[in-house]
């Protein structure tokens, strides 16, 4: 890297509002109507973060917990595999989050 610039390797979600069309249930559980504390992005990370929160507060059934567990793990895999500049697992791991988040939703008794 230079003495001024620098590279990054990093991620996010191309189509935000398309979150909520993937996992609405867990979209609802995250950030439910009338409550004013999303954050100002609604990325796959994001609904990550606020599941976590929401599990943890007791907010969601306890039954997600393990996968909302799961989904944490994968996205800090993610975010170490970017650090190191492991372009192909970060790939792989943008898979699997995913799918983590569908069997999450199936889950959570919605799908």
Do not use: C, N
Not at 85 to 99: G, H, S, Y
């Amino acid at each position: 890297m230079g003495r001024l610039l620098q590279v990054r390797v990093s991620v996010f979600t191309v189509y935000p509002d398309k979150v909520e069309d993937a996992w609405p249930e867990l979209s609802r559980l995250a950030y439910p109507p009338g409550h004013d504390y999303a954050p100002a992005k609604r990325g796959v990370l994001e609904l990550i973060d606020t599941l976590r929160a929401v599990v943890d507060a007791g907010g969601a059934p306890e039954r997600l917990r393990p996968g909302v567990g799961k989904a944490v793990g994968e996205a800090a895999a993610l975010s170490e595999a970017l650090g190191e500049w492991k372009v192909q697992d970060a790939r792989a791991l943008t898979e699997k989050i995913e799918d983590t988040l569908d069997e999450l939703e199936s889950a959570a008794g919605y799908k």
